[in-house]
């Protein structure tokens, strides 16, 4: 039976992605596996390159089964490094703890290949079972929501409207700062606020069943 594991908002927290891929592999115990980051690998936290440099290697090594994708951090780290004048609002968001691990000034003086990398990811995944977004879609609008903005942004109303998108939607984005994964009947959080002091998450999926079979968690 192939696995997928589908990790939540990291913001920087290395040591805690690294022990959890340690608890993944454990998991799987040989099966076949497909990772997928919902985003936000920066900002806040105390190592944001040292994620981005992580995730990067994963992907060289396992192009097929590692799947990264853009968080609205990730999306604010790119305007500020092209718009001078978006800088300020990165950093009120978190940006200075990112410039301060990559041991650079300013946004402008980021690694290209960072910057490049950044705005390469997708904003949306699906298997056969789910799809995979970093913060949600608009409700009423077919799935996968085309709007990139809403992929990276959207809270309400997709937070509180119980909407079937035709697959069970796993995102991240809002933190529940109880440390759980939120699972609804048509989605899952797995934002469980990692750099606020609460666990890493990673939800566990079959081609069995849409929602999780269990969690991993670190933190």
């Avoid at 529940?176 to 890493?200: H, I, K, M, Q």
């Avoid at 566990?204 to 933190?219: H, K, M, N, P, S």
């Amino acid at each position: 039976m192939g696995l997928t594991y589908a990790i939540g908002d990291i913001h920087g927290c290395y040591d805690h992605l690294r022990e959890l891929l340690n608890r993944i592999e454990e998991h799987r115990e040989g099966r076949p596996r497909k990772l997928v980051f919902l985003g936000d690998y920066i900002d806040r936290g105390p190592d944001s390159a040292g994620v981005i440099s992580l995730l990067r290697d994963l992907q060289a090594s396992e192009p097929e089964d590692v799947v990264c994708l853009m968080g609205n951090h990730e999306d604010l780290m790119i305007h500020a490094h092209s718009v001078p004048g978006l800088r300020i609002n990165w950093l009120m968001n978190g940006g200075a703890a990112t410039l301060q691990s990559f041991g650079v000034a300013g946004p402008e003086d980021l690694p290209d290949d960072v910057v490049r990398w950044a705005e390469s990811l997708p904003t949306v995944y699906e298997d056969a079972q789910r799809f995979y977004v970093h913060a949600g879609f608009r409700p009423g609008v077919p799935a996968p929501d085309p709007d990139q903005h809403a992929r990276l942004w959207i809270r309400e109303p997709f937070l509180t409207e119980d909407h079937d998108f035709g697959k069970y939607v796993i995102h991240g984005h809002t933190p529940l700062l109880d440390g759980e994964p939120d699972v609804r009947r048509f989605r899952t959080n797995l934002d469980t606020g990692c750099v606020y002091g609460g666990a890493l998450t990673a939800g566990v999926f079959t081609d069995e069943r849409a929602a999780a079979i269990q969690f991993l968690q670190v933190g």
